[in-house]
């Protein structure tokens, strides 16, 4: 059994991350979702929010979501995102000051990507 | 220094600062190029993921949708019309202008009323000046746009497709932009973006390569699905039409400025040739005037001695 599924993270501009995970968890409108090898075809629309992505030797990768889908089928699974960051590349005193302006100006939809952001940050990649 | 000569020199030196600045715009377009080109290649992977998204909605559901439903009755249909913000690209923008008259005088045959959406401020200043309507323009980004650009012109063109025909909404949504084929070939084309018909996008050549599309569960309907993919699938094209069009730019502003330094380098030449023929008269004259000048006097001292 193939126990692992390829993973295309893509932003709008790029491509962010490819490769083998064996357990991928991003957060859709309905909740979260996990998906492993072997599911049904999926294709579900992302809200923003941190994708985990377990790959296949042993590592972790989390990565910032700011809409998009997610699409599953025959174990290739594609994150389509208008903008993906992953953790690493997240400067946090940046989205720290993203989040306090957002947060001055009321601005609901600034304030949760610079929530996420942080939020997957803070994650031990 | 003949006064000929003078004018001469003077062309000279005006053609070769012209040909200093065409080369440097040369060079300029031709870096920008390989630039516009990656960020073209940089854009595939997010456009064909999202193709197929939506190819397999478009088959894998019944639902209709007003973005992919054809209107029996088509009234209005819109045009969204790229050209550049700058001139000396040769026939560039012209000929994205007359790639959009062609397809405007198609669609009103067909019955339609045609909006017009146009990207760049050569195509703003035609419209302008021949004072014909323009629903929206956007200038200033068609040199490297960015996705947020795309967005910017694709959010009215999207909404103006969601309203109802009898309240001014279009029906079909149509984009004229100019394709890179290769680095001496760029086409204008124009794609009918909405409705979605399969056969017109790429997802046909993908669908028949893929045979079967899984049947897929969607989250959390299909309905909120369409309603999400399909802002996203215009936003999309229109950024990789922009992104084209922007290579096309300066593919063709590279083309017009080697033709122009080239033109240059032939003025030079020939302008040297006649001033080298103006000089060499110059001297001609000089001498024929100081042998003449001689003789005469040397004919007026032999008199004398007589």
Known sequence: MAAELHVELVAADRSVWSGEATLVIARTTSGDIGVMPGHQPLLGVLESGPVTIRTADGGTVVAAVHGGFISFADDKLSLLAEMAELADEIDVTRAERALERAKAEADAAAERRADVRLRAAAVPG | MGAQLRVYKRRIK??????????????????????????????????????????????????????????????????????????????????????????????????????????????????????????????????????????????????????????????????????????????????????????????????????????????????????????????????NALLQAAASEHAARRRAMKSATDNAEELIKSLTRLANAARQADITQEISEIVGGASALADATAGSDR
């Open chain 2, 14 to 239: 005006s053609v070769s600062a012209t040909k200093k600045i065409t080369k440097a715009m040369e060079m300029i377009a031709a870096s920008r190029i390989v630039k516009a080109q990656r960020q073209v290649a940089a854009s595939t992977p997010y456009a064909s993921e999202l193709t197929r998204a939506v190819t397999a909605v478009a088959t894998g559901s019944n639902t209709k949708h007003p973005l992919t439903t054809e209107v029996e009755q088509p009234v209005r249909a819109a045009v969204l019309l790229v050209t550049s913000d700058r001139g000396l690209a040769g026939g560039y923008s012209s000929n994205a202008i007359k790639a959009a008259d062609k397809l405007t005088e198609r669609l009103r045959g067909e019955g339609k009323e045609v909006v017009h959406y146009v990207v760049g401020r050569k195509g703003v200043g035609y419209y302008s000046f021949r004072e014909r309507p323009v629903a929206a323009s956007w200038t200033g980004f068609t040199d490297s746009p960015t996705y947020a650009d795309a967005k910017k012109v694709a959010d009215p063109l999207i909404e103006a497709v969601l309203t109802d025909t009898a309240e001014g909404g279009v029906d079909e949504l149509h984009i004229v932009f100019t394709e890179f084929v290769s680095m001496m070939t760029q086409t204008p084309v124009d794609k009918r973006l909405l409705p979605l018909t399969l056969d017109t996008t790429e997802a046909e050549d993908e669908a028949a390569k893929d045979q079967i599309l899984p049947l897929f569960e969607f989250e959390p309907s299909d309905e909120a699905v369409l309603d999400a993919l399909m802002p996203r699938y215009v936003e999309s094209r229109v950024y």
